[in-house]
């Protein structure tokens, strides 16, 4: 599975953001997409997942309440409405691709975009 990501920039916390994550290649049901994000001198996280067959979802505290995950599933497409943006939530939002819907199986990787949250 291909993915490609859009949708970063700039913003003002508090403000919004969408960004897009679309598939190509198969995909499953039981499968899942996910957001993660990478800020400057801190690892990977893991910031919200949902499945593709039943659109269960899965957020991090951090952005619980915030941000919301969906699907287009005739696109083959993730969005992450991003709300109420905090200066903390700049990163590289990287979206991934889980055969299985495991959190620990996300193999395929789309290529990061930014998003920055000024003060």
């Known amino acids: 599975v291909q993915l490609q990501a859009s949708g970063g920039g700039l913003v003002q916390a508090g403000g919004s953001l969408r960004l897009s994550c679309a598939a190509s290649?198969?995909?499953?049901?039981?499968?899942?997409m996910g957001w993660f994000r990478q800020a400057p001198g801190k690892e990977r996280e893991f910031v919200t997942r949902i499945r593709w067959g039943s659109g269960r979802t899965d957020y991090a505290d951090s952005v619980k309440g915030r941000f919301t995950i969906s699907r287009d599933n005739a696109k083959k497409t993730v969005y992450l409405q991003m709300n109420s943006l905090k200066p903390e939530d700049t990163a590289v939002y990287y979206c991934?691709?889980?055969?299985?819907?495991?959190?620990?199986?996300?193999?395929?990787w789309g290529q990061g975009t930014l998003v920055t949250v000024s003060s």
């Open positions: 991934a691709y889980s055969a299985t819907g495991s959190l620990y199986d996300f193999g395929s």
């Open positions: 290649g198969r995909t499953f049901s039981s499968s899942a």
